[in-house]
């Protein structure tokens, strides 16, 4: 039997909650591919990875983008 894994963020982000789901994470080209689903809308969008003193994020949002931190997304069955 296979179990598949995913790795997910949720993040309140202008009045409503924000799902990230890692699609691809590449580290050495410093790019995040996630699925964004927002109020059941699902789109997959690809982010400049940054670092904070060791803390890896991608920016979200508008007018101003919020920090989601890779080490904030858990392991989900």
Do not use: S
Not at 41 to 60: A, K, N, Q, S
Not at 68 to 76: A, L, M, P
């Amino acid at each position: 039997m296979c179990k598949e894994f995913m790795y997910e963020n949720k993040a309140f982000i202008n009045d409503c909650y924000v799902t990230f789901n890692i699609i691809e994470l590449n580290r050495e080209e410093g790019k995040i591919t996630v699925n964004i689903c927002c109020q059941g809308h699902h789109t997959i969008d690809t982010f400049d990875l940054f670092d904070l003193d060791g803390w890896t994020y991608f920016e979200y949002g508008r007018p101003i983008p919020e920090k989601i931190y890779i080490d904030d997304f858990t392991e989900v069955v």
